[in-house]
């Protein structure tokens, strides 16, 4: 489970769990479940034929291509637990930066899919929080 890798992880001063409610990561999965309506974009292991890849197809990777919601969901909880437990700011990057590759790697993405959703997710954390450069 996803939430639960980067939970090891944690061992910061704030209860972190009320910060991540499910109302927030289904907000960002409309979001690129609509992105991926629009653009409907096909898979690496489409085109088998002149990329050379051995895919790996699972039930997560029945949807169009771009962007990649595992890179958004990765990359939101990237930031999330790194603002609230800087320390482990390392840890967090690595379970992110593994778990959008492995999309790569195993043929189910494109890199420009794993980008968009970097993207997507860094804007929707900024509204979120705060921040600045919010806009999509």
């Known amino acids: 489970d996803l939430i639960k890798k980067f939970l090891e992880c944690y061992n910061g001063q704030e209860d972190i769990k009320k910060h991540i409610n499910s109302k927030n990561i289904n907000k960002l999965t409309d979001i690129i479940l ?11 292991y489409h085109f088998t034929y ?19 919601g595992h890179a958004a969901s990765y990359r939101y909880l990237y930031r999330l637990f790194s603002l609230f437990d800087p320390d482990n700011e390392a840890k967090y990057y690595s379970i992110y930066t593994k778990g959008y590759y492995s999309r790569m790697a195993g043929g189910i993405h494109f890199p420009m899919d794993i980008k968009e959703g970097i993207r997507i997710a860094d804007k929707f954390f900024n509204i979120i929080y705060n921040e600045k450069n919010c806009y999509f």
């Open 34 to 44: 609509s992105y991926k309506d629009y653009y409907n974009t096909p898979r690496p």
């Open 50 to 68: 002149i990329i050379p890849i051995n895919p790996i197809i699972i039930s997560s990777s029945r949807s169009p291509s771009y962007p990649s």
